[in-house]
């Protein structure tokens, strides 16, 4: 049976909390659907370069993942995210800083 899944809004608030507890800064970049928006984390590690993070169903398990979907320079990775929103404007965008890449996404209770 696939796991319940917690309203758009009420995980990003809860990711940011975790991350400013981490001591990562991050920003809502893009304000998505509070209820069924898919959200898409931007890492920015401060040297012109990011990362970018989807949820995707793992069908082995059952359960949703964290999966990097691409790394490069910043303008393409704001390309993508910027073409993604084009097909789902209930997106949600969440950028960190993170030098080191450390995203939190691999913790319990983040999928």
């Known amino acids: ?8 809004g009420i995980w990003v608030a ?15 970049t893009r304000h998505g659907d509070d ?14 370069r990011a990362s970018l993070w989807v949820r995707e169903w793992d069908f082995e398990t059952d359960r949703r993942l964290w999966l990097r979907l691409n790394e490069a320079g910043e303008p393409e990775i704001d390309a993508e995210i910027a073409r ?7 997106l949600w965008v969440i950028e960190i800083e993170s030098p080191d890449t450390r ?3 691999d913790e319990d209770g983040l999928a």
């Open 1 to 8: 049976m696939p796991e319940p899944r917690l309203a758009a």
């Open 14 to 28: 809860a990711y940011l909390r975790r991350l400013g507890l981490a001591g990562i800064p991050a920003y809502v």
């Open 35 to 48: 209820t069924a928006g898919s959200v898409m984390v931007k890492c920015a590690t401060l040297d012109r």
């Open 84 to 90: 993604n929103i084009a097909r789902d404007p209930d």
């Open 103 to 105: 995203t939190l996404l």
